[in-house]
């Protein structure tokens, strides 16, 4: 969605509302030059959203700091 700074001011609350509501981004404009852009808070910490979400999936076996050269038959 896209819109003026001039609109914006004028129904603030109500845009804050529905890209609460819709999840929405929100372009603001002054004279058609794009100036900021609203978007919906996100509460999730996590900076990557693959890590942590596969708990106690894997296994790891063995100690991965072992030097692994003497399981393999080096010709």
């Given at each position: 969605?896209e819109i003026t700074a001039?609109?914006?001011?004028?129904?603030?609350?109500?845009?804050?509302?529905?890209?609460?509501?819709?999840h929405i981004d929100v372009?603001?404009?002054k004279r058609g030059k794009?100036?900021?852009?609203?978007?919906?808070?996100?509460?999730?910490?996590?900076?990557?959203?693959?890590?942590?979400?596969?708990?106690?999936?894997?296994?790891?076996?063995?100690?991965?700091?072992?030097?692994?050269?003497?399981?393999?038959?080096?010709?």
């Amino acid at each position: 969605m896209e819109i003026t700074a001039a609109n914006f001011r004028s129904n603030c609350f109500k845009i804050l509302d529905e890209v609460d509501k819709k999840h929405i981004d929100v372009v603001i404009t002054k004279r058609g030059k794009p100036i900021a852009k609203l978007v919906r808070y996100e509460t999730d910490s996590r900076s990557d959203p693959l890590l942590g979400g596969l708990p106690n999936v894997g296994t790891t076996i063995g100690d991965l700091t072992e030097p692994f050269e003497d399981a393999w038959e080096l010709d």
